[in-house]
């Protein structure tokens, strides 16, 4: 038998955590307009509730594959740690910081996450 061997492109991590972390920025950027759309809809305060988790679980193989043997660049490690940390903060507090707070605080690490992944791609890419 024949195994297949699974080759993942030169920076396929960074490009999943750009496109993911870019998700979570305009779910931050439309998530208010929504909630104020459909204030009759129950089901959208569950939902959100958990998206931030989600976010969080979804963006963290990427930050932690990304920069997996790339112990060097310790500010592209920095702009991928803190922006997970911050993204994990906006859901572990999110009832202290209230909707804007959330988004906001959510906005900054995805904003931190999308800096780095794209700092670690372009390292990649001219290695």
Not at 3 to 12: A, P
Not at 33 to 47: H, K, M, N, Q, Y
Not at 95 to 124: F, P
Request: overall charge positive; glycine content about 8%; proline content about 3%.
């Amino acid at each position: 038998m024949q195994k297949k061997i699974i080759k993942l492109s030169k920076g396929f991590w960074d490009r999943l955590g750009i496109g993911l972390s870019g998700l979570c920025a305009i779910h931050c950027l439309l998530v208010p307009v929504f909630v104020s759309l459909i204030p009759l809809w129950p089901a959208l305060d569950e939902f959100h509730e958990y998206t931030h988790l989600v976010f969080f679980l979804a963006i963290a193989p990427a930050v932690i594959l990304s920069v997996k043997n790339r112990k060097n660049l310790k500010s592209i490690s920095g702009y991928l740690f803190v922006g997970l940390a911050i993204i994990f903060v906006a859901w572990f507090f999110n009832h202290q910081l209230g909707d804007y707070g959330e988004a906001g605080v959510t906005l900054a690490g995805s904003v931190l996450l999308i800096r780095g992944h794209w700092l670690n791609y372009k390292t990649k890419s001219f290695s």
